[in-house]
């Protein structure tokens, strides 16, 4: 077949229909604070990780939200779990504990596994 | 049939303007006032939002106001005790002067949030960070300076200091503050062009009339930069200036920035005579806040029979809102005095 020098992109749409919505439910039981994240950032301003690698762990958190896990579990391992982030959130909201929780459900989905 | 003669506790916006309509409509009024003067916490303010309306022409005018035949003003007189004895109102101040009336009104109103309990932003460790009273007292003075006497090159505002806070156990919103912080880097513009200006915000609420407004006033004619993250860190550089971290959250960078100026927009809590004197009376709400009877019908009342509240000791107020109900406050008072 002819290459045309065009391909088929995936498609960058986070697509409330088909997303899996329900996964975060169960981090919710885990840790209710979750619910009250307003997404202000305090958490990633403040982060170890974040000053050396590319990890933001605000939008992990909101990933993981929208139902969209590609790559989250490797993101996941920058952290240290040191949790500074925990001590600067204004809403109390237990940053460590979703950390470690999204890297157990992300195991239990098969993403990969925990280093 | 009860004696025309009422207690006011606070010389603020709220306590004056209740004296002054209480005074016209021949009630005998006696304001304890805890400052030198009269005026509350608009003395520290220069300019008001959101048009910029001067705030000692306020003052001067509430001044005006209550110098009225049925008003006695007593300043320096910071009252400690207020109780109810025998369907008489008593108030204790701490020169031990005592004062009575067949009704009392609260009008002790707000403080400011004490920033340095926010450690990690630096206030009152390094001096190039201030709070925005600060910022209102190097006002007055009609030029912002950094603590070395620089002109600044380099200014930042971070909102909710102290507000949506529950690390300092307050959950609530200041409302004053996003308005207050246009407003005074719209100032600081203003005395310094060529600087550049930014707020951090979590959320920028504009919900007044002529905030949104001034807001794109601020980025349109003043190239204020607004950037949606909250500082959660400040340190001082060896040349004193200050470097924030913060996430600038749309892009989902992690944000690193070093300022001259860093302005904490500290929030709206209540003042230590509300706490105390609503508490002596139970009628203490959350976050130490005076609580009304009701929100709708009765917001001037309280479960006590002829204690009336008033202004932003009830919550966080802006300045009109607080004049507009000391006028509401009056009118129940009034009612109260008559009928009863």
New interface residues.
């Given amino acids: 077949m002819k290459n045309w020098g065009f391909k088929i992109s995936q498609p960058r749409t986070i697509d409330f229909d088909t997303a899996d919505l329900k996964e975060f439910n169960k981090l919710i039981e885990k840790v209710p604070s979750s619910k009250r994240c307003l997404m202000c950032g305090a958490c990633s301003a403040t982060c170890s990780a974040s000053n050396h690698t590319d990890f933001n762990f605000r939008k992990c958190h909101l990933m993981y939200r929208r139902g969209q896990f590609d790559g989250l579990a490797e993101e996941l391992n920058k952290c240290m779990l040191c949790g500074k982030c925990k001590l600067v959130c204004p809403r109390g909201v237990n940053t460590r504990a979703i950390i470690y929780n999204m890297r157990i459900f992300l195991n239990d989905l098969n993403y990969k596994n925990i280093e | 049939m009860k004696d025309k003669e009422i207690l006011i506790i606070g010389g603020g916006p709220a306590g004056l303007e209740a004296a002054y309509n209480l005074a016209i409509n021949g009630i005998k009024v006696t304001i304890l006032e805890k400052d030198p003067s009269i005026g509350g916490n608009i003395k520290k303010w220069v300019k008001l939002f959101p048009d910029f309306g001067d705030a000692a022409e306020v003052r001067k005018i509430f001044e005006g106001k209550i110098k009225h035949e049925n008003i006695t003003l007593h300043t320096d007189a910071e009252v400690t005790k207020l109780y109810n004895d025998g369907g008489k109102w008593f108030v204790k101040d701490t020169k031990d002067n005592t004062y009575s009336a067949a009704a009392a009104l609260l009008a002790t109103g707000f403080e400011a949030f004490d920033a340095r309990r926010k450690e ?1 932003l630096g206030y009152g460790i390094y001096d190039n960070v201030i709070t925005s009273v600060d910022f209102e007292e190097m006002y007055k003075t009609g030029k912002i300076l950094t603590a070395q006497g620089t002109i600044p090159k380099r200014i930042a505002f971070l909102n ?1 200091v102290g507000s ?4 300092v156990g307050n959950h609530y919103c200041s409302r004053v503050c996003c308005i207050n912080a246009v407003k005074q880097a719209t100032e600081f513009k203003e005395i310094v062009p060529d600087a550049e200006a930014f707020c951090f915000y ?2 920028m609420r504009m919900a007044g009339q002529f905030y949104e407004e001034l807001y794109r006033k601020s980025q349109e004619k003043y190239g204020v930069i607004y950037i ?6 400040a340190a001082a550089t060896i040349d004193k200036r200050i470097q924030i ?5 749309l892009t ?4 690193r920035m070093t300022v001259d100026i860093l302005v904490l927009m500290v929030g709206i809590e209540s003042s230590a005579s509300t706490t105390e004197l609503s508490t002596q009376n139970e009628i203490n709400g959350e976050y130490g806040f005076a609580k009304s009877l009701g929100l709708y019908n009765s917001d001037n009342l309280t479960k006590k029979e002829g204690l009336f509240l008033a202004g932003s000791c009830k919550r966080p107020l802006t300045l009109p809102e607080t004049v507009a109900d000391a006028r509401s406050a009056s009118i129940q008072i009034v009612n109260y005095l008559n009928i009863n």
């Fill in positions: 990690e909710c949506r806070d529950e690390k979590m959320d949606r993250g909250r500082i959660s860190e971290k913060s996430e600038d959250t989902g960078l992690p944000l």
